[in-house]
């Protein structure tokens, strides 16, 4: 029997219920691959427990993501020292060159490269300047249907 009061109360299947969810599956995904009526998933998720130990992880993430955001930033002077001598003396010049491309992108952050594709399309730009009723009589004539005759509302069809 669990001792967590968060999970105390909770079956197996109600826990992978709340873990599914946490990983971000959709009420039927969840109901799918644990073979349960989506409405059960619903109801698991929906109860008061679920939504403590929802809320737990919710939190205990933050607070994770902060400590490491505040070690890192308590380290940062150190790596950047190391960066630097590494720019500025090691025997391997392709290390040096990597630690110089790591500065850079420290200092002034990492370019983003955008490529932009032209492509014109010769049907396109052969009926840019057209209308849509231009465009309907040429297809018309090309397939030998004239519009004053063919279309003619008096025509009799055989």
């Known amino acids: 029997m669990s001792t967590n009061p968060f999970t105390a109360r909770f079956t197996p299947t109600a826990l992978r219920v709340v873990q599914y969810y946490w990983w971000g599956e959709t009420h039927e995904e969840i ?93 396109s730009d052969a009926h840019r300047n057209l209308t849509e009723d231009d465009i309907r009589n040429n297809l018309r004539k090309k397939i030998g249907i004239d519009p004053e005759k063919d279309l003619s509302p008096t025509r009799v069809l055989n």
């Not at 698991?44 to 939190?59: D, F, Y």
């Not at 002077?77 to 190391?82: D, G, H, T, Y």
């Not at 850079?104 to 990492?110: P, S």
């Open 31 to 123: 109901g799918a691959r644990l073979g349960l009526p989506v409405s059960r998933a619903r109801g698991i998720l929906a109860s008061g427990e679920a939504k403590a130990i929802l809320e737990h992880l919710k939190n205990n993430t933050m607070n994770a993501m902060l400590e490491v955001n505040t070690t890192l930033q308590a380290i940062a002077p150190v790596i950047l020292q190391e960066k630097f001598r590494l720019a500025t003396e090691d025997a391997d010049s392709r290390v040096r060159n990597s630690a110089c491309k790591d500065l850079l992108e420290m200092a002034v952050g990492k370019p983003i490269n955008k490529v932009q594709i032209s492509h014109t399309d010769p049907i």
